[in-house]
T-cell receptor, first 110, second 114 residues
Framework: KQEVTQIPAALSVPEGENLVLNCSFTDSAIYNLQWFRQDPGKGLTSLLLIQSSQREQTSGRLNASLDKSSGRSTLYIAASQPGDSATYLCAVNTGNQFYFGTGTSLTVIP | DAGVIQSPRHEVTEMGQEVTLRCKPISGHNSLFWYRQTMMRGLELLIYFNNNVPIDDSGMPEDRFSAKMPNASFSTLKIQPSEPRDSAVYFC????????????FGDGTRLSIL
């Protein structure tokens, strides 16, 4: 069974700082990987989806990378803002199942 | 554009009662997913549908759980009888295709079984 881990569980940074969130998975046979953010009391919002054949995806200040062979993905957030404060989750799609990490709770301090 | 709509937003009921959660996916989306989120177990996929047909229900925890999708614009997740350990936030999500497109989540139903 695929296991998805996100470290650290919580992260606090001052506004303006660049930061990296990590996601690791145990089985490299994945279909794609998706990054989400979750605000308190809300559902998940999709940020980026990387297909298994891709190395990275970018959207605005966000850049996600994927290294299947090492079982790792990173989400890079440039010039962080207080509005980026949320929990970030990664989800691995194996082709017939989705496995989510437990998330990294990010706080950006003004 | 209306997103995924779930109802009710909150449900509090007593153990043994039947609970029905409802979901309206985004129009035009062909795939629908039901998830459960708890502090202990995180986010778990329960069941998913493609073109109204259940594809994989291996995540459904027990026979007390059942899900239906009678048409492209409506799905239900039913728990009968409910137990306190079923307390969680239940999310519905939809996407254009089963695996290649991002999933769009509703705001969830917070279920408390007393």
């Amino acid at each position: 069974k695929q296991e998805v881990t996100q470290i650290p569980a919580a992260l606090s940074v001052p506004e303006g700082e660049n930061l990296v969130l990590n996601c690791s998975f145990t089985d490299s046979a994945i279909y794609n990987l998706q990054w989400f953010r979750q605000d308190p009391g809300k559902g998940l919002t999709s940020l980026l989806l990387i297909q298994s054949s891709q190395r990275e995806q970018t959207s605005g200040r966000l850049n996600a990378s994927l290294d299947k062979s090492s079982g790792r993905s990173t989400l890079y957030i440039a010039a962080s803002q207080p509005g980026d404060s949320a929990t970030y989750l990664c989800a691995v799609n194996t082709g017939n199942q989705f496995y989510f990490g437990t998330g990294t709770s990010l706080t950006v301090i003004p | 554009d209306a997103g995924v709509i779930q109802s009710p937003r909150h449900e509090v009921t007593e153990m043994g009662q039947e609970v029905t959660l409802r979901c309206k996916p985004i129009s035009g989306h062909n795939s629908l997913f039901w998830y459960r989120q708890t502090m202990m177990r995180g986010l778990e996929l329960l069941i998913y549908f493609n073109n109204n047909v259940p594809i994989d229900d291996s995540g459904m925890p027990e026979d007390r759980f059942s899900a239906k999708m009678p048409n492209a614009s409506f799905s239900t997740l039913k728990i009968q009888p409910s137990e306190p350990r079923d307390s969680a936030v239940y999310f519905c999500a939809s996407s254009f295709t089963l695996f290649n497109q991002p999933q769009h989540f509703g705001d969830g139903t917070r279920l408390s079984i007393l």
